[in-house]
């Protein structure tokens, strides 16, 4: 698929293609679709629940590059809060991004969370994948920009890969 294909589409973004690409780890098109000019062209989309999980993993993920730490990041940091604090700025940084992107950041609500259950029986997919679906079915969505491989078997969703390669995170 090209960006042009994406034109005056709403694309759900995933927590891991947002990593990939502030990782630099993304493939030419997930660089596209976060591109300013490509910006005006689509709408990108996610939730408060992949926000929050982004700015976790994007916490120790920087943690692991400013500290060294390579294995146990979390159990190293609650070790020293002072480190803790010190990341603030990776998660303003990500929020700048976000808000740069003039992204549209839907609330989970109590009721969608609710329905999870039903998704779980009908689809296969579990926890945040169930949750992403269920608002992405809500807000008639039919692409997701996500290294997730269950969205594949969803019928009518249209799976945009951010990988670069076959790295992994």
Known sequence: MQIKDLYNRKIMVDTNAFIYYLTNHCNKLTEEIFES??????????????????????????????????????????????????????????????????????????????TIPQIISEYGLIGNDALTLKIMKEKNLKFILTADEDFKKVEGIIVLTPLNNNFRI
């Open 37 to 114: 000019w490509a910006l005006e062209k689509l709408q990108l989309v996610t939730t408060t629940r992949i926000v929050d999980e982004l700015l976790f993993k994007m916490l120790l993920i920087k943690a692991g590059e400013i500290y060294g730490f390579e294995s146990k990041i979390l159990e190293k940091l609650k070790r020293n809060p002072e480190r803790i604090k010190n990341l603030a700025n990776v998660c303003r940084d990500v929020l700048k991004f976000l808000e740069a992107l003039n992204i549209e950041i839907i609330e989970v609500k109590k009721n969608t969370i609710f």
